[in-house]
Each structure stands twice: as structure tokens, then as C-alpha cells.
């Protein structure tokens, strides 16, 4: 069976201060995969995902999701299709005026025209999909950083994307928490067939969720691969990177602090 | 030292430039935002208005009363040597009605509401909270700008007016005791002179400077760059600007007013 590509980027590049951030970039994602992306911190990752939502505009490249180039739509035209993207943030973003419940609703009320009583229905399903019914009318001031991620995730899921992203869902929790929201993202991915695009640098949850993994460094994609594939790859830059060693290919001592004539 | 100060002159010519673009986009949603089936939400216009106008009530109204009393003692000074006291009364007014009043109180808007908005936009712009709402596709101008701006649009005239009221109210209090004019004297004297057109010049005043120190306050927020750091700075930047902008105006729209001679 032809898998159906939901996200495809095409040559995409972007400079920062005449810094190139990301190098041509070209990848696409199939319908109900996981996709993650890792690298290094500064490696470009970040920049690759706002790139897909459209925050961040490509100078080269084309950036197709469900058929349509976000990159020359107009301001309307994108923020409709962005009704069938979610995102979970790394730090949650939720908003600290609202309590939880009206963060998962906000998005609800703004893009439909649901009665109250079925926003509260889905508001409660969403919630308890996330394990974290009874806490309505918290504020996100009052909850741990676990169960914020959880709100972002319920906030993210509210409208019930085909596209969910997620920078960095792991980073910042316990062990615990992280094993749940790596298992939350693979039964959405699973049961809803929903995308899921994530960025990370956990090496434990990115071999348990990924159908497929690339590698980011300095802006140039270096390898796409299923987790077998990229686990037994011959490229120094990913095996440093999986065994988190702080030498090989990738050496921050000469690249950062420029000492490169020194050795 | 050219250079610099070339990319000085563009900056503020860009700023102005994006400040003006924020303006009309506000409008566009508050005029037009029904018809795209998009308000702006009822519930936070009241919610910001309250903020705005209501808890602004009481420093408001100390400000002007205590510039009352003094603008009375200062001007009786002067005219006692002219044995003219009693027109403390019509000054008084007059100058609070069409200058100290709307001048004052918006200083303190910006100060108190303006530096809060752009803190407050500015810690969400930093906490990628901006970005989320983009993500969901909520337009902030319309989610986040245009209810704080109609909000200080009709609340800053209404604070302006209270402050006319508490100004009179303090040159009232050193002008009935320790200038020992007659109390009905006093109202009769101060309202011979002060025309209806005062009170309007100085109302419209008050509507371009709520619009300023909406405008401005919203943009740097929204335009926060960095941490905490960058908070600081624009609730910092959000009060200068305002403030020059406010006594800029004032002098342009003072000036419209005496040469049309309204």
C-alpha cells in the first residue's frame, strides 16, 4: 500500500544573520508515523519545527502539508490550516490567565461553534485521556510541570488534529511523567492515526515512540532511517549522539568557543 | 557615529511605521470582526475595562485632587497681589479641564496600565504563549489588542472626567477655607467661565492618549525579545515612549486648538 505523505519539505533552507541554520533540507512524513527529529542543541531542530508550523518562513524551499504550500498562503488561509495542527510546547505555553479547563477549551470556542454543554463533554474527554480529570479549574501556576505538559497535550489534542508536533516533550520531567507522555503520543498516534512530529534529544524515548528518526546536525539532515536502522548506522555523528560521548565528529570545545586553530 | 545614528532614525521610522500597521489592523477587527464571525470577546473587554478603569479610580483621583489644591494655593499667590482671588476658581478649572486633567491621568494610566499590558504581553510573548495562540490559529490583535484598547479608549476619557471633578474638588477645598471665599461664590465663578469646548478639548485629548498608550504598550509586548530581561525592557520602553508621545500630542493637539481657536 502507497503510504499517503502528510508533510513534505523540499529544499527548505533559512538563514539567521547570514547564518545558514538549516542547510536543504528535504524529508517527508507519512499518515499515522512518528516521526523524530533529534540533534544537538543548536543543531537546528527547533528552527525545522517552527518551519513546518509556519511561525518561522523558509528563504528556500517549498513546505507542503496536506497538499498545500504553507509557504505562499495568506495569513487566513494558513491559520485554517493550522485548525488541524496541535502542538505541545516545551515549556506548555498554556496561558496563566485561564484555568486549565478554559485552556483546553480556547481553542474549541474560538474555531467552532459548539453549545457550552459539548465544549464541557469533550473538555472532560480530553482531560481524562491525559489522566488529569478534577483538575478544572486549577491554575497553571498550581500544577507541577508534568501535569502542565499533560494540559498542553489535552489543549493540543482538543480539536482532534490530523497533525499534532511536539518540541521536546520529555525534557524536564521525571522518568515517570516521561514514560507517560511518550505513551500518550504512541496511543494517539496509534489509535486516532494521528502524525505526530517530535523533537527531542532523549535517546530512551525517541528508540520507544519513533516509527522513524532523522538526524539533524548544523542544519543538514544527516540520516533518515527507521530506530534498527539508525541504532546499527555507520555515521560517527550518530553513534557519538546515541552514546552520548563527548568525543567524536561532534566537538563543541573547538566548534563554539571558535579554538579551532589551537589544536 | 553616522552609522549609528542612521540606524537610529530607520529604527524609529520602522517602529512608527509597525505601530501604525497594529493600529488599523485593531480597527479592521474591531469594526470588521463580526463580519468574519471573528468579535472581539465581550467578556475580556469588561475584564481589561475593570482593569483599566475601575482600579484606576483611586490614584487617579489623588493626583488630581492634590493638583487642584496646589494649582489654587500656587495661582492665589498671584493673585492676591491683585486682589483678584476669586478667579482661583475659573483657573483652576479651566486649566484642569482642558490641560492638567487629561495630561495627568494619562501619565498615570501609562504608568500603572500601560507598563502592566506590556509586561504581560511581554512574559507571554517570552513563554512562547504568543506562539501557541498562533498555532491555534487565534489572531492576537484581535484576542489580545484590540480588547485592551477599546478598553482604555472609553475608560481614560471617564477617569479624565472624574479627575476634572476631583481637581475642582481640591481647588474648592483651599479656596472655601483658607482663601475664605464664599462656597456658592466659588461654584458660581468657576462654572461662569468654563465653557462646555474646554471640557471637550480636553476629552479629546484623553481619546488620543489612550490610543497611544494602548498602541504602544501592545507593541512592545508583542515585540519582547530575551527573558526576563527583555520584559524589563519593554515594560521600560512602553512608559518612556508613551510618555513622549503623550506630551508630544499634547503640544500638537493644544496647538491645533488655539491656532483654530476652539
Known amino acids: 500500500m502507497e503510504k499517503e505523505v502528510v508533510i513534505s519539505l523540499k529544499n527548505v533552507s533559512k538563514y539567521f544573520e547570514g547564518r545558514k541554520t538549516i542547510d536543504n533540507v528535504s524529508l517527508d512524513i507519512y499518515r499515522g508515523e512518528i516521526f523524530t527529529i533529534m540533534g544537538c542543541s543548536g543543531s537546528g531542530k527547533s528552527t525545522l519545527l517552527r518551519i513546518m508550523t509556519g511561525i518561522i518562513k523558509p528563504d528556500e524551499g517549498s513546505v507542503i502539508i496536506k497538499g498545500k504550500d504553507i509557504t505562499r498562503l495568506s495569513y487566513e488561509e494558513l491559520n485554517e490550516t493550522r485548525k488541524s495542527f496541535g502542538m505541545l510546547f516545551q515549556y506548555s505555553a498554556l496561558l496563566d490567565s485561564l484555568t486549565v479547563k478554559e485552556n483546553v477549551a480556547l481553542p474549541l470556542k474560538e474555531h467552532t461553534k459548539l453549545p457550552d454543554q459539548i465544549i464541557d463533554i469533550i473538555i472532560k474527554l480530553k482531560l481524562s485521556l491525559v489522566g488529569l480529570r478534577g483538575f478544572e479549574n486549577y491554575y497553571p501556576s498550581q500544577i507541577s510541570g508534568g501535569m502542565k505538559k499533560r494540559v498542553g497535550l489535552a489543549r493540543?489534542?482538543?480539536?482532534?488534529?490530523?497533525i499534532v508536533f511536539y518540541d521536546e516533550p520529555t525534557s524536564g520531567l521525571d522518568p515517570v511523567v516521561g514514560g507517560v507522555i511518550d505513551k500518550l503520543i504512541k496511543d494517539l498516534s496509534d489509535k486516532l492515526l494521528i502524525t505526530s512530529v517530535v523533537i527531542t534529544h532523549d535517546m530512551q524515548s525517541v528508540f520507544k515512540i519513533s516509527d522513524r528518526i532523522a538526524m539533524i546536525h548544523k542544519g543538514k539532515l544527516i540520516e533518515i532511517?527507521?530506530?534498527?536502522?539508525?541504532?546499527n548506522s555507520n555515521n560517527p555523528y550518530i553513534q557519538q549522539f546515541i552514546n552520548g560521548s563527548p568525543n567524536g565528529p561532534i566537538d563543541f570545545f573547538k566548534e563554539d568557543i571558535g579554538l579551532t586553530d589551537l589544536y | 557615529m553616522i552609522n549609528y545614528l542612521g540606524k537610529f532614525i530607520i529604527g524609529i521610522f520602522k517602529e512608527t511605521l509597525e505601530i501604525i500597521i497594529l493600529f488599523f489592523n485593531t480597527l479592521g477587527w474591531i469594526f470588521f470582526g463580526f463580519l468574519r464571525r471573528k468579535p472581539v470577546k465581550l467578556e475580556s473587554i469588561f475584564y481589561q475595562m475593570v482593569f483599566a478603569g475601575v482600579r484606576s479610580v483611586l490614584i487617579v483621583f489623588f493626583i488630581t485632587i492634590f493638583t487642584g489644591i496646589v494649582l489654587a494655593m500656587q495661582t492665589a499667590y498671584q493673585l492676591e497681589k491683585m486682589g483678584a482671588?476669586?478667579?482661583?476658581?475659573s483657573l483652576v478649572a479651566i486649566s484642569l479641564c482642558r490641560e492638567l486633567s487629561p495630561v495627568l491621568t494619562s501619565l498615570v494610566v501609562a504608568g500603572r496600565v500601560g507598563s502592566a499590558i506590556a509586561a504581560e504581553l511581554g512574559t507571554m510573548k517570552v513563554s512562547e504563549q504568543?506562539?501557541?495562540l498562533d498555532i491555534m490559529g487565534i489572531d492576537k490583535n484581535r484576542f489580545l489588542v484590540a480588547p485592551r484598547f477599546i478598553a482604555l479608549f472609553f475608560m481614560l476619557p471617564c477617569l479624565t472626567i472624574l479627575g476634572n471633578l476631583s481637581g475642582i474638588l481640591g481647588g474648592f477645598i483651599v479656596g472655601t477655607t483658607s482663601l475664605n471665599i464664599n462656597p456658592y461664590l466659588y461654584i458660581q465663578t468657576t462654572f461662569k467661565y468654563l465653557k462646555l469646548k474646554d471640557i471637550f478639548t480636553g476629552l479629546t485629548k484623553s481619546f488620543v492618549?489612550?490610543?497611544?498608550?494602548?498602541?504602544?504598550?501592545?507593541?512592545?509586548g508583542l515585540n519582547t525579545k530575551g527573558g526576563?530581561?527583555?520584559v524589563g525592557k519593554a515594560t521600560t520602553r512602553s512608559v518612556v515612549i508613551s510618555f513622549i508621545l503623550i506630551l508630544l500630542f499634547d503640544c500638537i493637539i493644544t496647538a491645533i486648538f488655539y491656532f483654530s481657536k476652539l
Not at chain 1, 532511517?225 to 539508525?230: A, L
Open chain 1, 156 to 162: 493540543a489534542i482538543a480539536l482532534d488534529p490530523d
Open chain 1, 225 to 231: 532511517g527507521t530506530p534498527v536502522e539508525i541504532k
Open chain 2, 85 to 89: 482671588v476669586i478667579y482661583v476658581a
Open chain 2, 130 to 132: 504568543i506562539e501557541a
Open chain 2, 209 to 220: 492618549f489612550a490610543m497611544i498608550i494602548a498602541l504602544v504598550s501592545c507593541f512592545e
Open chain 2, 228 to 230: 526576563a530581561e527583555g
